[in-house]
């Protein structure tokens, strides 16, 4: 018997050893700016989207993934930390650079390399592409000190990382108020930013293939900046979707008539300039042209990303490597009078989110389970094989990655600025509104069985579905303020 468990403790410790010599999976994390789920993978009849699509044959898709916070630094905040906003500063875009120091080692990318992950992030991964917050976001201070072994933006014709995240064709930066919100430019793909960024990220993948080896696998962030305003692609893009049916119906495009969470999208219309005046709420044709270039922009981006993952592929990287697409929220065109993010409706909350892992089970079988961006956090950590991190807000995936109809773990939650919160179950989202003047806080209620559009409220016709919604939001704190 005595010889029995020494034997037995030896095959323990030998399959020990085993799992700890066995290379630990690269992670490529893509992630885009301002997507909505117009992809073909997503059912969108007139999506040209061909290289992302064929990732979601490969991959997992979630059809029901919702982020924490619809503007890009507060979104991607929630995304590195794995937890919801819990200060009001990380529901704004600057929550990463006024939070980290509370939050920073135990970052998303910081962990990685604190289990010996070389660190990479290229483009736009946190708020400000290349990591830096200083004048024209190409000086120090960093946005997020420790994580990264490299945080950087690719040499382009534009100057800085600002005018590069707003840029246009060969090196004009945007003129805030004044330049245009889309541009078709007659010439390459390299006449804007996403092109540089796909050829420096395969240029590092080069490089990653030359130098690296099993003691150091790596997290590769990279950040495209398509379809953010402004909707700037070379004109193929655009000749590929001029005769695209993108109109929405008056019912859907029409401001709500109840207290809502409706504004003046003033992205769109205070940081660009409209010709004439020109208005999409009152001009079909404008409304077509902003869509149309919106969607082109989309090819353009998905074509850039179809290169990173041929090479991922030619350079024999991809068997040992997680490959993460997702958005930071989704995008309004029209929608509830609305051009923009900045809301807690589903076409802002809603964004892709693709997980392809080496030996994943039932690829291309995609998952209705609804998801949060919290959650990708500690599903890399396994997928990884990484100690957990305590305190997170998010779930591991890896049930839907094995099994694509397992089902929700928990309802979604969104957080916007005055104090505005959500919560999205399968069928109902309700989102909690501030009170104005002497009314009670108001209440959005939409029911997506019946109505998937959110054209009507049902908050006065359905309290007990009001009440239960409201029991479960009060289960996560909102976030304080100083």
């Known amino acids: 018997m005595k010889l029995f468990f020494i034997f037995l403790t030896f095959l323990a410790i030998s399959f020990g050893r085993l799992i700890a010599s066995e290379p630990k999976p690269n992670v490529l994390f893509i992630a885009v700016d301002d997507l909505r789920n117009d992809l073909g993978a997503y059912g969108v009849p007139h999506a040209q989207t061909p290289h992302l699509d064929a990732l979601a044959q490969t991959s997992r898709v979630f059809n029901r993934h919702y982020v924490q916070v619809p503007t890009c630094g507060a979104s991607r905040c929630a995304l590195l930390r794995g937890k919801y906003p819990s200060v009001a500063a990380q529901v704004g875009n600057e929550g990463i650079a006024q939070t980290y120091r509370e939050w920073g080692p135990q970052s998303l990318p910081a962990v990685f390399r604190q289990n010996g992950y070389k660190t990479l992030a290229l483009g736009k991964i946190t708020h400000h592409p290349g990591g830096l917050t200083g004048k024209g976001w190409a000086e120090g201070p960093e946005e997020l000190p420790g994580a990264w072994d490299r945080a950087w933006i690719p040499n382009g014709p534009w100057k800085t990382p600002e005018s590069i995240m707003h840029g246009y064709a060969n090196g004009i930066a945007r003129i805030p108020g004044k330049s245009p919100p889309w541009q078709s430019h007659d010439g390459p793909d390299e006449a804007y930013p996403d092109a540089w960024v796909a050829a420096e990220a395969i240029a590092t993948l080069q490089q990653l293939k030359q130098t690296s080896t099993q003691n150091q696998p790596w997290f590769f962030g990279v950040g495209f900046f398509k379809p953010h305003l402004p909707f700037a692609a070379p004109k193929k893009w655009h000749d590929l979707h001029v ?63 179809g290169r990173v993952l041929a090479a991922l592929n030619e350079l024999g990287m991809a068997e040992n490597t997680v490959v993460v697409l997702w958005s930071d929220h989704g995008f309004l065109l029209g929608e509830h009078g609305i051009w923009g993010k900045h809301c807690l409706y589903d076409n802002a909350i809603r964004s892709p989110l693709m997980i392809r892992y080496p030996n994943i089970v039932k690829p291309g079988v995609a998952c209705d389970a609804t998801v949060e961006t919290v959650d990708v956090f500690p599903t890399l950590l396994d997928l990884c094989h990484l100690p957990s991190v305590p305190g997170l807000d998010g779930h591991s995936l890896m049930n839907h990655l094995k099994d694509p109809s397992a089902a929700s773990s928990k309802p979604a939650h969104s957080f916007w600025t005055a ?62 303020r100083p």
């Not at 119906?249 to 409706?262: F, Q, Y």
């Not at 069985?449 to 479960?472: C, G, I, K, R, Y």
Request: glycine share 4%; charged share 20%; aromatic share 8%.
């Open 419 to 480: 104090g505005q919160r959500s919560i999205r179950t399968e069928r109902w989202r309700l989102t909690v509104l501030p009170a104005k003047g002497d009314l009670a806080t108001p209440f959005e209620l939409f029911d997506y069985q019946t109505d998937p559009q959110e054209t009507q409220n049902h908050a006065a016709s359905q309290p007990a579905v009001v009440e239960q919604l409201l029991s479960m939001l009060e289960n996560i704190p909102k976030p304080t």
């Open 243 to 305: 005769r695209d049916g993108l109109e929405l119906s008056p019912a859907v495009a029409a401001k709500p008539s109840w207290p809502s969470g409706w504004h003046n999208s003033s992205e769109f219309r205070s940081n660009y300039g409209h010709p004439d005046r020109l208005n999409p709420d009152t001009d079909a044709s404008y409304a077509r042209q902003m869509r149309i270039a919106y969607t082109a922009s989309i090819s353009y981006m998905d074509a850039q990303i």
